[in-house]
């Protein structure tokens, strides 16, 4: 069975930086994209970095320039540097990741369970 775990997150003042990561457990034949998208309290699930497995990148226009998604193929895992955090970045941050799993044809989207981001003013 395929899992997603985050790790990191956590309360930092505006300004301040932030690690989280998230790693792919399970048997796993091929991760093709790792992504990470938040979710603010009443609003809905965004993008905000994806990369793929040659380390092609985009990033949600309110994030380009302080944060940097970067993946580790060998360990499965992808993480986000987040730096010059703001206020509006707080939210519940998901990892999420398109996987084939072992004795599996096609693809599965899996999602991690998020983790917490909260920045003060």
């Known amino acids: 069975q395929v899992q997603l775990v985050e790790s990191g997150g956590g309360m930092v003042q505006a300004g301040g930086s932030l690690s989280i990561s998230c790693e792919a457990s399970?048997?796993?034949?091929?991760?093709?994209?790792m992504a990470w998208y938040r979710q603010a309290p009443g609003k809905q699930r965004q993008l905000v970095a994806k990369?793929?497995?040659?380390?092609?990148?985009n990033y949600a226009d309110s994030v380009k320039g302080r944060f940097t998604i970067s993946r580790n193929n060998a360990a499965n895992m992808v993480s986000l540097q987040m730096n010059s955090l703001k206020p509006e970045d707080t939210a519940v941050y998901y990892c999420?990741?398109?996987?084939?799993?072992?004795?599996?044809?096609?693809?599965?989207?899996?999602w991690g369970r998020g983790t917490q981001v909260t920045v003060s003013s």
């Open positions: 399970g048997s796993i034949s091929k991760i093709n994209f």
């Open positions: 999420n990741a398109e996987i084939t799993p072992t004795r599996v044809i096609g693809v599965i989207e899996y």
């Open positions: 990369i793929t497995s040659s380390a092609s990148t």
